[in-house]
């Protein structure tokens, strides 16, 4: 399996920061890589897909990049409605992985 | 496209976990189907996935176990998951693949317990 290492697992953080999530994949995964935001409560949504495409809807402060194996979510102004937990997601083979989330904070 | 998780929320150890997903607002024979679960000391765990052309791909931890099915005039797939154990408590979702998971059910807690 390939194994998706998030850092850092809390970040503190406060409205208006930039916050940068990373997310390091065991093995080259191209760019099959998703960014997921999930609310206490409720199933988590797609934010971003093939490492740096926006799904439609989502927000222009959110942003992808990377490939292979090291990638990136980043906030460029964190908004109140941003704290949350966020995972990435390989799907380039077989079991499809999450990393362990990252929980923004207060 | 809306997913709804349905099924008993709460399993006896060594039963089997049923669970079915009803799609609402598209054809289901348009994408890949997935389970998704989640708990507390696992994070999410991919659990397969399913195309109405009958291909299926499941976990390789939990094949063994994993039945998945469409019925595609009721616009539903389903879930089996046998022998369960309370590692198997979690919330489970319904999840449409289409360039990643953008379509999740709202998710069902699955208590395993006698």
């Known amino acids: 399996d390939i194994q998706m290492t998030q850092s850092p697992s809390t970040l503190s953080v406060s409205i208006g920061d930039r916050v940068t999530i990373t997310c390091r994949a065991s093995q080259n995964i191209i760019n099959w890589l998703a960014w997921y935001q999930q609310k206490p409560g409720e199933a988590p949504k797609l934010l971003i897909y093939?490492?740096?495409t926006l799904e439609s809807g989502v927000p222009s402060r959110f942003s992808g990049s990377g490939s292979g194996t090291d990638f990136a979510l980043t906030i460029s102004s964190l908004q109140p409605d941003d704290f949350a937990t966020y995972y990435c997601?390989?799907?380039?083979?077989?079991?499809?992985?999450f990393g362990q989330g990252t929980k923004l904070e207060i | 496209v809306q997913l709804q998780e349905s099924g008993p929320g709460l399993v006896k150890p060594s039963e089997t976990l049923s669970l079915t997903c009803t799609v609402s607002?598209?054809?289901?024979?348009?994408?890949?189907w997935n389970w998704i679960r989640q708990s507390a000391g696992k994070g999410l765990e991919w659990i397969g996935r399913i195309h109405p052309t009958g291909n299926v791909n499941y976990n390789p931890s939990l094949k063994s176990r994993v039945t998945m099915s469409v019925d595609t005039s009721k616009n539903q797939f389903s879930l089996e998951l046998t022998s369960v154990t309370a590692a198997d408590t979690a919330v489970y979702y319904c999840?449409?693949?289409?360039?990643?998971?953008?379509?999740w059910g709202r998710g069902t807690l699955v208590t395993v317990s006698s």
């Open positions: 999840v449409r693949e289409d360039a990643a998971l953008p379509g």
């Open positions: 997601q390989q799907y380039q083979s077989f079991p499809y992985t």
């Open positions: 093939r490492a740096s």
């Open positions: 607002g598209d054809s289901i024979t348009s994408y890949y």
